[in-house]
């Protein structure tokens, strides 16, 4: 049964970083998509970063404007979002999300609170 696992969240003051990590299992890792999602209360879950199995390509969300990484270790099956310049408005619950194949698999998530 595939399993993503996020981690790394928590409670940051506005300007601080975070970085999130996402361990996956039971799926090839290195042959799937794998991106970050966000939800805030009351809004639809939005696309944060997402990157190729081989790392060649990375694409992020308008509202990143430069402040998150995403990056991958296909060795440790791992996915993580460096986020940066952090600000209240990126409170939400983060999502890890794999794709291939026609399948997609989701984490449980991981909350970010921001404060100003």
């Known amino acids: 049964q595939v399993q993503l696992v996020e981690s790394g969240g928590g409670l940051v003051q506005s300007g601080g970083s975070l970085r999130l990590s996402c361990v996956a299992s039971?799926?090839?890792?290195?042959?799937?998509?794998m991106s970050w999602y966000r939800q805030a209360p009351g809004t639809e879950r939005e696309l944060v970063a997402t990157?190729?199995?081989?790392?060649?390509?990375?694409n992020y969300g308008d509202f990143v404007k430069g402040r998150f990484t995403i990056s991958r270790d296909n060795q440790k099956n791992t996915v993580s979002l460096q986020m940066n310049s952090l600000t209240p408005e990126d409170t939400a619950l983060y999502y890890c999300?794999?794709?291939?194949?026609?399948?997609?698999?989701w984490g449980n998530g991981t909350l970010v609170t921001v404060s100003a």
């Open positions: 999300k794999a794709t291939g194949y026609g399948f997609h698999y």
């Open positions: 039971q799926l090839p890792f290195s042959t799937y998509r």
């Open positions: 990157i190729s199995g081989d790392s060649a390509d990375a």
